[in-house]
T-cell receptor
Framework: QKEVEQNSGPLSVPEGAIASLNCTYSDRGSQSFFWYRQYSGKSPELIMF????GDKEDGRFTAQLNKASQYVSLLIRDSQPSDSATYLCAVVHGSSNTGKLIFGQGTTLQVKP | GAVVSQHPSRVICKSGTSVKIECRSLDFQATTMFWYRQFPKQSLMLMAT?????????EQGVEKDKFLINHASLTLSTLTVTSAHPEDSSFYIC?????????????FGAGTRLSVL
């Protein structure tokens, strides 16, 4: 079992729809959870971070964390073609004192006009 | 968000030469920086954790004598690919850890695309 798992996709949604990206992790002691967006040929860009159970909203983005189910998700409302990218879920182990991120393999999102 | 500068953005070199890549945190101090490598259509692979004032911690399978890391100040880490060969051609990305009120966050540099001929 991988430490951080994501469906590689591609996830295809029409413009204006809600895109739902999911991630599960294996280390129950994990404390910090991140979503990065990576455009082709570019480096990752931080979208959201979440530490507590529940929802965290920032503009069109909502991160959801359920530690009991070891599940974190990212919702993108009113999806735009410019949102087409690979979305990386990353987790910091509870035992880590360096903040080392464990990445999932990423989900490719395609938003079709 | 915090700004991490990485240079050069692209380098083409001959086989056998060494290449140095710089990673700077511009508006914050970073005691910890990370170096990643990414091959086409693959996820990020952590190579090493760079700690200011001490030796880097390398991930399993990464040759420390091949990939030299120096973190001499709180805002600068360098990665030197020594005696580069075509198989070292890849996208190298650094990140710096910024301590925020709620925890710590990694911000990424723009990456360096290395092509070894």
């Amino acid at each position: 079992q991988k430490e951080v798992e994501q469906n590689s996709g591609p996830l295809s949604v029409p413009e204006g729809a809600i895109a739902s990206l999911n991630c599960t992790y294996s280390d129950r002691g994990s404390q910090s959870f991140f979503w990065y967006r990576q455009y082709s040929g570019k480096s990752p860009e931080l979208i959201m971070f979440i530490y507590s159970n529940g929802d965290k909203e920032d503009g069109r983005f909502t991160a959801q964390l359920n530690k009991a189910s070891q599940y974190v998700s990212l919702l993108i409302r009113d999806s735009q073609p410019s949102d087409s990218a690979t979305y990386l879920c990353a987790v910091v182990h509870g035992s880590s004192n360096t903040g080392k991120l464990i990445f999932g393999q990423g989900t490719t999102l395609q938003v079709k006009p | 968000g915090a700004v991490v500068s990485q240079h050069p953005s692209r380098v083409i070199c001959k086989s056998g030469t060494s290449v140095k890549i710089e990673c700077r945190s511009l508006d914050f101090q970073a005691t910890t920086m990370f170096w990643y490598r990414q091959f086409p259509k693959q996820s990020l692979m952590l190579m090493a954790t760079s700690n200011e004032g001490s030796k880097a911690t390398y991930e399993q399978g990464v040759e420390k004598d091949k990939f030299l890391i120096n973190h001499a100040s709180l805002t600068l880490s360098t990665l030197t690919v020594t005696s580069a060969h075509p198989e070292d051609s890849s996208f190298y990305i650094c990140s710096a850890r910024a301590m925020t009120g709620g925890g710590n966050i990694q911000y990424f540099g723009a990456g360096t695309r290395l092509s070894v001929l």
